[in-house]
């Protein structure tokens, strides 16, 4: 047998072809399946898909799966349109930072980017971003029959709306929803809670600690889109109004109430630690069966029901949220959607429209969720007839009992797009809560404290 | 027991305590860089499990790998390191040895840039950069890094030059040394010392920097510091790979500290002879 000695030349080649193909051979399998793609289903929508053939956009999104996905797709979309996309992933806390410097300096680094829907108040107060009703409305370039406005989720258009106008159109969103572990239940006769009492109860009958289960956990880590991604449902489930005779409110009555609801159920049945956690520890968790249910969103069913880490496959059921004692639902909804950056050439808002009528159609939608060829099941698709589609509800009813039905309700009937009040000054009104919150679920100072506290920091925001 | 054996014994253990405290970190890393996800997640936390180099493979060679990142950490690293020393050194010994008008304002000056809050400097960067097209390039970023390595690598190492006597720098000028060939010959190495425990903060802050990276990198110019991050998405943290990203990120940082280790040791006891001081 002859041995292989490698000489520092054949290592230094064996090494540049092997980094060549790591980093182009993905490249040119996109490429190869780019070309074979069916782009006819695109190609039946009266427009021009070519009309700015040889621009080049910038696209900031997040490091997530189903921005994955489309990526994956952006091949075909440069088959149809002739237009380069290039895509920047950059973490959630930061892109958010980034953005807005960009949109600041008007430098129009990004074309578009995968926008949080409270900045857009913000975004649209400075008209750092186009209404989109332009767009829409242009027959150059849209048709309307083909795109299909209406069949986007009617909750995540409101949210990306200022004054009737939409400024983002949603690529992928979420729902808050009810995830709790049937087996358990069952054992115990229990139903899953259609009231926010009925949610401690069934939290205190499950709690047992001594055998590493614990019976609820919400997000408890302090930030605007972390414990203030929960709070807020509460607040409004509890008939809190943020904006009380036009002056936002935050230490009212029903304020008290929830934020009471919140702490109790913290403190007695979800894990000490759960104070620091958001939503990936709390899957992270309830998939190893050390939590019996939790309220957060509807995406983080492939979490629990990853084959890799969990143990909890096969005994998860869904439900709505719990009403509150007003009698109202308020799920927390939330989408990354796409707006256009004001400060670029005409041109290039065209293909950046182009782009994100590519990416919000239902053909994009279908091809980036079940008809999708790799692992990655996307559960936040924005498109009524997909969540209809009897392949996707298949694949969907695989994440356990009653997922879509319950995650469809949710959509359709437990929203309320002023679940957090839609003001520029939100991002630091929210950071002002979410330390408020977390002060009170510490113990440092009493709910009544903290709200009021909060109020006194928020009002020079809002006369700001 | 005797009482000095006792001793021995209680501050080994404290000692051992300490080592315990220091080493968890690292090596809480290095164990879960070696686990798969599940095993990750485990409840109790597993000391004996199958180790798999799978994280590894996956953060080296799979579809988002990290190798670009950590090339780009290199040139990052590298390029403000020696960019830096270059200036920092006749700096540093000129404010140390020379006279000269304005010389108090001068070092003041230095350092009142360490002061400004990088978060309020962040956008006049970013637009001076993007103006110039130097967003998202090395140029770009390692002269941003310029700007708070140098003054930190010029207050290190003025100290260092002060503590040498001027008599040795005498006694070349009597021998007909110019004052470039003092410098090379004779005060850099008697700093030499410093100028490693320099160089290696220096290229630990351009390493370890995240802030300005993110905001003035994009897809050309990535440091490792910022793609780490996409291992923890919205939807979930990528624990075993995120292990494995962070030891294979701390590694040239560890080999850099082993090569220098000698001279940094000499570093901070400083100088050959004490006894020097401003002119």
Request: charge should be positive; glycine fraction near 6%.
């Amino acid at each position: 047998m002859t041995s292989f000695k490698p000489t520092r030349r054949t290592l230094l080649k064996t090494g540049t072809a092997a980094a060549a193909f790591a980093t182009l051979g993905p490249a040119f399998l996109r490429q190869a399946a780019a070309q074979d793609a069916d782009l006819a289903p695109y190609k039946s929508a009266q427009i021009d898909w070519q009309q700015v053939s040889g621009e080049t956009i910038t696209v900031a999104v997040i490091p997530a799966s189903y921005f994955e996905n489309l990526i994956a797709l952006a091949p075909q979309f440069k088959a149809l349109t002739g237009i380069d996309v290039r895509f920047e992933k950059i973490p959630p806390a930061q892109i958010r930072q980034k953005s807005v410097i960009d949109l600041t300096s008007k430098t129009g680094t990004y074309a578009t980017h995968a926008a949080d829907p409270m900045y857009y108040a913000l975004y649209a107060a400075n008209k750092w971003v186009e209404p989109l009703d332009t767009y829409l409305a242009d027959k150059s370039l849209t048709d309307p029959a083909w795109f299909k406005l209406d069949d986007i989720i009617p909750a995540w258009r409101s949210a990306n709306g200022i004054d009737g106008k939409l400024y983002g159109m949603p690529y992928d969103g979420e729902v808050t929803i009810q995830v709790y572990r049937k087996d358990l239940y069952d054992a115990k006769g229990l139903k899953p809670a259609d009231t926010l009492e009925a949610y401690t109860s069934n939290a205190a009958a499950l709690n047992t600690p001594n055998d590493r289960v614990w019976g609820a956990a919400l997000r408890g880590v302090a930030g605007a889109g972390q414990n203030m991604y929960i709070y807020p449902s509460i607040f409004r489930e509890f008939g809190g109004d943020w904006m009380k005779g036009g002056k936002l409110t935050v230490n009212g009555p029903e304020a008290e109430a929830a934020l009471a609801w919140y702490v109790d159920i913290m403190k007695k049945y979800a894990p000490t630690a759960a104070a620091n956690w958001n939503w990936p520890d709390i899957a992270d968790a309830f998939s190893q069966g050390t939590v019996a249910s939790y309220i957060d969103a509807h995406s983080s069913a492939s979490v629990i029901n990853n084959p890799e880490k969990s143990k909890v496959i096969g005994k998860v059921a869904y439900a709505r949220w719990p009403k509150g004692p007003s009698g109202k639902r308020t799920t927390s909804i939330w989408n990354w959607g796409f707006p256009i950056n004001s400060a670029l050439p005409e041109k290039k808002r065209k293909a950046t429209w182009l782009f994100i009528q590519w990416a919000a159609s239902a053909e994009t939608q279908a091809r980036t969720a079940h008809k999708f060829a790799g692992p990655t099941k996307r559960s936040g698709v924005n498109r009524t007839s997909v969540w209809k589609d009897p392949d996707y509800i298949k694949l969907m009813n695989g994440f356990g009992e009653n997922f879509v039905e319950a995650t469809m309700g949710a959509l359709q009937d437990d929203t309320d797009v002023d679940w957090r009040p839609r003001v520029p000054q939100w991002p630091a009104i929210g950071d002002t809560m979410a330390t408020a919150i977390q002060s009170a679920l510490s113990g440092q100072v009493t709910i009544k404290a903290a709200l009021d506290d909060a109020q006194r920091r928020i009002e020079p925001m809002m006369r700001g | 027991m005797t009482a000095k054996r006792l001793r021995i014994i209680t501050l080994l253990a404290i000692s051992m305590v300490f080592l315990l405290a220091w080493a968890f970190p690292i090596v809480w890393s290095v164990l879960n860089s070696l686990k798969t996800d599940s095993d990750v997640l485990a409840y109790p936390p597993k000391l004996v499990f199958a180790p798999t180099l799978d994280a590894y493979r996956d953060v080296l060679f799979g579809s988002g790998s990290i190798l670009p990142n950590l090339l780009s950490s290199v040139i990052i690293s590298v390029g403000t390191t020696v960019v830096t020393m270059l200036m920092a050194v006749p700096a540093a010994y000129a404010l140390a040895r020379l006279r000269f008008r304005g010389k108090k304002f001068a070092g003041f000056y230095v350092l009142a840039t360490q002061m400004l809050p990088p978060v309020g400097i962040i956008i006049p960067y970013f637009l001076v950069l993007r103006n110039i097209g130097w967003i998202d390039t090395y140029q770009g970023i390692i002269l941003i890094y310029l700007s708070f390595s140098l003054p930190f690598a010029i207050w290190l190492l003025v100290s260092y030059f002060e503590d040498i006597p001027f008599e040795m720098e005498e006694a070349a000028y009597l021998d007909g040394a110019s004052r470039l060939k003092t410098l090379w010959r004779i005060i850099i190495p008697q700093v030499r010392g410093g100028i490693a425990v320099t160089i290696v903060f220096v290229f630990l802050n351009a390493w370890n920097e995240f802030l300005f990276a993110v905001v003035l990198s994009g897809n050309t110019v990535r440091p490792v510091t910022v793609a780490m991050f996409n291992f923890v998405s919205v939807e979930q943290t990528l624990w075993a790979k995120l292990a494995a990203v962070s030891v294979l990120a701390m590694l040239p940082v560890v080999v850099l500290g082993v090569v220098a280790q000698k001279h940094i040791v000499k570093g901070l006891t400083v100088g050959a002879v004490k006894g020097g001081g401003r002119r």
